[in-house]
T-cell receptor
Framework: AQSVTQPDIHITVSEGASLELRCNYS??????LFWYVQSPGQGLQLLLK??????LVQGIKGFEAEFKRSQSSFNLRKPSVHWSDAAEYFC??????????FGAGTQVVVTP | SQTIHQWPATLVQPVGSPLSLECTVE??????LYWYRQAAGRGLQLLFY??????ISSEVPQNLSASRPQDRQFILSSKKLLLSDSGFYLC????????????FGNGTRLTVT
């Protein structure tokens, strides 16, 4: 069955430190991949997306993600986090036919 | 540019009362429309989606229903709310072509008392 897994439920990071959020997918072929961010009480905002081509994808707010076919992963990174990056992050995937499937989310806490 | 409007932002309703949440999209035509629910600690659950007027697909059997009376309007309803219907409801839209991302509204916080 198709699935998206975010292994980390909760991550705490210091302001200014780097951040990496993990995402693994299980699909028959390479799906379309997305990262979303959700601030408390808000809807989800699209950070970036991967369809094909360059495996390093740049997004908004200084985020990037790297697609690794051999590891079935699409990890999200930011070199230096800001307090405003505290939020919940969702990885999602879809193939040509199906609906968007979300991971369970990773809650990011930023400490001073 | 496209925008999605969802209202109300918050709602407190007693058990057994009806529900109507509305969502509209501007700036595009024939979008795919979606209703999701987030319960605390349970991630995003797809409730309904629609690829056209009057076409509704239900993902999870439950106390809720959805309708699409116009191309860019999507309504989530219930005749009698249950306590378990409490949650954060999100409307979203996407273009019909493969791989298009979802775009979300700001959500409705529903508390059933």
């Amino acid at each position: 069955a198709q699935s998206v897994t975010q292994p980390d439920i909760h991550i705490t990071v210091s302001e200014g430190a780097s951040l990496e959020l993990r995402c693994n997918y299980s699909y028959g072929a390479t799906p379309y991949l997305f990262w979303y961010v959700q601030s408390p009480g808000q809807g989800l905002q699209l950070l970036l997306k991967y369809f094909s081509g360059d495996t390093l994808v740049q997004g908004i707010k200084g985020f990037e993600a790297e697609f690794k076919r051999s590891q079935s992963s699409f990890n999200l990174r930011k070199p230096s986090v800001h307090w405003s990056d505290a939020a919940e992050y969702f990885c999602a995937a879809t193939d040509s036919w199906g609906k968007l499937q979300f991971g369970a989310g990773t809650q990011v806490v930023v400490t001073p | 540019s496209q925008t999605i409007h969802q209202w109300p932002a918050t709602l407190v309703q007693p058990v057994g009362s009806p529900l109507s949440l509305e969502c509209t999209v501007e700036g595009t035509s024939n979008p795919n429309l979606y209703w999701y629910r987030q319960a605390a600690g349970r991630g995003l659950q797809l409730l309904f989606y629609s690829v056209g007027i009057g076409q509704i697909s239900s993902e999870v059997p439950q106390n809720l229903s959805a309708s699409r009376p116009q191309d860019r309007q999507f309504i989530l309803s219930s005749k009698k709310l249950l306590l378990s219907d409490s949650g954060f409801y999100l409307c979203a839209w996407k273009r019909g072509r493969s791989g298009s991302p979802l775009h979300f509204g700001n959500g409705t916080r529903l508390t059933v008392t």
